[in-house]
């Protein structure tokens, strides 16, 4: 099995910054896309960022800017640096990992328990 375990969130002023963390562990042979989703209460979930392997990145318009998505392959952990946080990034933010378990076997999305994010003065 594969576990992500994300760490980083936490309540921070308008304006402020946050990073959060996530390491996958277990049986892992490779990972492709890691990446970071978000919900906020009454809304849709919403794709914040993603990098591939090879450190391609995609962000979503609202955190352009803003947001910066890296990854260190050697750890299987993934980050995201929040800066100039507004209250409207405030969410239940989760990340992902496209992880391949063995050599041949095709590649599952396992994700984080989520890590609450409050911007708020």
């Known amino acids: 099995q594969v576990q992500l375990v994300e760490s980083g969130g936490g309540l921070v002023q308008p304006g402020g910054s946050l990073r959060l963390s996530c390491a996958a562990s277990?049986?892992?042979?490779?990972?492709?896309?890691m990446g970071w989703y978000r919900r906020a209460p009454g809304e849709q979930r919403e794709l914040v960022a993603v990098?591939?392997?090879?450190?391609?990145?995609t962000y979503a318009d609202s955190v352009k800017g803003r947001f910066t998505i890296s990854r260190d392959n050697a750890k299987n952990t993934v980050y995201l640096q929040m800066n100039s946080l507004k209250p409207e990034d405030t969410a239940v933010y989760y990340c992902?990992?496209?992880?391949?378990?063995?050599?041949?076997?095709?590649?599952?999305?396992?994700w984080g328990q989520g890590t609450q994010v409050t911007v708020s003065s």
């Open positions: 992902f990992a496209d992880a391949l378990r063995r050599v041949g076997s095709s590649s599952s999305r396992y």
């Open positions: 277990g049986t892992i042979f490779s990972i492709n896309a």
């Open positions: 990098t591939t392997r090879g450190g391609s990145t």
